[in-house]
Each structure stands twice: as structure tokens, then as C-alpha cells.
């Protein structure tokens, strides 16, 4: 493939990651009338969610793998404990963040299809930020191409540098859309979590919670293992199969949205006034002996 082709590729592939969650929520707002404001809320649901995920994986989780000499496990027992530990700190700060939404902002909006909307945001903007990122990658190896990298990094850095820069361009053009088929799957799982979170509301069971963390865990986890053991290709397509496995679990949840009363032009809902009953009169014998005679 030609380098311009190459280039167009990876470009396809940042647009996708922007344009899937809006062309989502395109479809959600004109097809269930549902406002944009809660694709809004869902977007800010996840970048609350960062400001303390982030930190603790950072600050907790990383000493702790250091402590234990996980920081570079890469297979067996290690590794599985590595990818749980991930699996659950993301569970628990990203479907928390949703239950206190939910429980806080969202108290008017408990169907199904608005559920939808929340978590097509909460997924969206995770997509639409990566997206952001790919292509300031993109740009940025685009203008280090017949460049000197002696000039442009200090002497340590240069051979680093090299080999990041030539395994990116010496990547075949189908894994350029990886990242793009990776933020569909995960789309997908955020909107059925959004689903999961919001029964534990509806259905007055806080359970709903642990069983969002624990498929968000489970997710997650799997990625996490299958990556150094199984290779790239093989993770895209478990982590596909669980998405798949995430809309089986939002359709199964399905229910329909409550009906709006009906409504005057005037927004006053009409009372219907039915016909008075005339009361049956009383019969007694002596109206009934005076009835033989009326004919």
C-alpha cells in the first residue's frame, strides 16, 4: 500500500472513533426523541470517573504491583491477578460513577431508551478522546517522516525513538483500524452497563451494581490476558464476542417506556366526563299491580 493510502487508512480509522459514538447518539435522539443532555451527562459521568480512576491506578494499584513484582507480569497467575485488579478498579469507579448519576441527577429518567443515550455518551466521549489521541499520534509521526531524529530527540532517545517510529509505519494497514473495531466493542458494553446499572434503581436491588462492576471486570480482564498471550487479533476478537454477548444482556432488559398522558393543545390533560345514570327506580308490589292495567 501507498504511503498516502497508509496515511488515509489511519485517518479513517481516528474518524471512526469519533464519528461511531456521535452517529449513535444521532440515531438514538431522532428515532427515540431522546435529548442530547443525556448524552452530556454520560460524557461527564466518564471524565468524573478518570479524575479518581486514573490517580488510584497511578498512585495505589502501581506500588502495589511494584510491592508484589507484578509490574512486569506477562503470563500465569501474575498476569490474571494484574488483570483482575485492573478489571475491578475500572468497574468500580466507572459503574459508580454511573449508580451516582442515576441516584442524584438523573431521578426523572429511568426507561430503557434513555439508559441508552446516558451510556452511548459515557462510551462516546471515551471514544472521541482516544480518537483525539490517535490523530495527534498520526500527525505527529507524519512530521517526523525523512526527519533526522538525531535532531529532534536527545542521543539516548534516538534509537527508542527509531524503532517506535518504523514499527508504526511498517504496520500492516488493517491493524490501523484495530483501534476503531476496539471502540465499537467497547460502545457497545457501555451502553449495556448503563442498562445494568440503571435496573438496581428500577428494580430497587443494589445487586445490579455488583453485576455491572463484575462484567465491566470481566471484560476488561480478558483483554488484559489475552493481549501478551494470545496476540492482538485474537483479543479483538474475544473482547467482539463479549460486546455481542453485552447486547444480548441490553435486549434481554428491554422494557417498554412508560406512556406520556395524553395531552389538550393547550398542555392540559382532558377529563373525560361520562353520562350521569339514571337510577333505576324501585319496584314495589302495588306499582307492580297498577302495571297490568297501563296497556
Known sequence: MGAEMDVLVRVLSALLMVLMPLGLGLVLARRLRLRWGLFAIGAAAFVGSQVLHLPFNAWVLGPLFQRLGLTEATQGLP????????GLSAGVF????????????????????QALMFGAGHGGIEAILLGGLVSLTLFRLISLRGVDLATVFPAEQVALARAQVEAYWSAPWYEALLPAVERASALCMQVSLAVLVLQAFTRRNPLWIVAAIGWHALVDAVAVVALPTWGVYATEGLVAILALASLAI??????????EPVTSPGGVTPVVKFAQVAEAPTVTPDKLEKSRYTD
Open 79 to 86: 498476569l490474571a491477578i494484574v488483570a483482575v485488579a485492573l
Open 250 to 259: 441490553l435486549f434481554a432488559l428491554r422494557t417498554p417506556d412508560p406512556t
Open 94 to 113: 466507572e459503574e459508580g460513577a454511573r449508580a451516582v448519576v442515576y441516584r442524584f441527577w438523573l431521578k426523572g429518567s429511568r426507561s430503557w431508551s
